[in-house]
């Protein structure tokens, strides 16, 4: 148990959240190979905003759990305790941090037993070995009110790097997101030495785009890791962009959209 997994909780007990809402789909939890919670159309699941400009992020109904994960299991590969109790600001427990061991796997959540929560799990996705929204693997939580754009576009488009030119375009591909800047994605011949870019093991998920692979690039001798990012099977939403390039914009890192850095 982390102290700030403690902190945060503690937080929610006192300061509340920023909003929730009804989450509209179905979630099972996966951990230790055994499914150890599913929500249903009587109890599901909450989507709760920690904070104004944070990610959503599910809590689940306690009475999800499945039958085998209680402090008193059957189960003898299930282990279900209590680590610490969170209070608030009355004195009194407001939540308590429980450690779950199924088999060799190990997760910690949150299950609130009093306030505007009482009745739910606040459950880290990561520490589980896999996580379904009605039935489909899962790896990410779209906001609900955030959406996609994507429109190809017709601009001189040039990209420097320790002021050498490594990317030219006259054509991109632009999406833009919710609250986000702009971002181009060039084609990958855009790039002016192929013999510059090395694939990474770097991968990361986003729910609105897919999974995006990387490129590093070296310039003068000077290799920027991870520095180009791409989607090689992006969302039906993001496909405009599929196996299309774009770079950090970062310290170095030069975007010139008709002569002008953005």
């Known amino acids: 148990m982390s102290s700030t997994h403690v902190a945060e909780v503690s937080n ?14 179905q979630l099972t939890l996966a951990l230790g190979g055994l499914y150890i919670a599913s929500t249903t159309v009587t109890a599901k699941p909450s989507l709760v905003w920690e904070t104004e400009t944070g ?33 608030g600001k009355d004195g009194q427990p407001h ?7 199924v ?9 609130f037993v009093d306030g505007p ?11 589980l070995d896999a996580w379904f929204e009605n039935g489909a693997l899962a790896k990410a939580i779209k906001n609900p009110y955030k959406r996609i754009d994507t429109h190809a576009v017709t601009h001189d488009i040039v990209i420097k790097v320790n002021g050498e030119i490594v990317a030219q375009s006259k054509v991109a591909v632009i999406l833009n ?10 084609p990958a011949t855009s790039i002016l030495d192929w013999g510059s870019v090395e694939k990474s ?35 039906h ?12 914009n970062k310290e170095g890192v030069d975007i010139l959209i008709d002569g002008v850095k953005v």
Not at 237 to 248: D, V
């Open 55 to 87: 990610y959503p992020r599910y809590y689940i109904p306690a009475k999800t759990l499945h039958k085998d994960i209680k402090t008193d299991s059957p189960n003898e590969s299930v282990s279900l305790a209590p680590v610490k109790t969170v209070k």
């Open 103 to 111: 088999g060799s796997k190990k997760t910690t959540w949150a299950r």
């Open 201 to 235: 093991d770097l991968k990361s998920a986003c729910p609105y785009k897919g999974e995006a692979w990387y490129f590093s690039l070296t310039v003068k001798g000077k290799k920027y890791e991870n520095l180009i990012w791409y989607y090689p099977y992006p969302t």
């Open 117 to 127: 929560l009482k009745g739910y799990i606040r459950f880290d996705r990561s520490e």
């Open 12 to 25: 929610i007990v006192n300061n509340g959240t920023f909003r929730s809402e009804v989450g509209r789909k």
């Open 177 to 186: 997101e919710t609250r986000a800047k702009g971002v181009y994605y060039l």
């Open 237 to 248: 939403e993001s496909s405009a962009i599929e196996g299309l390039f774009s770079f950090y």
């Open 95 to 101: 939540a308590i941090i429980e450690s779950l061991t």
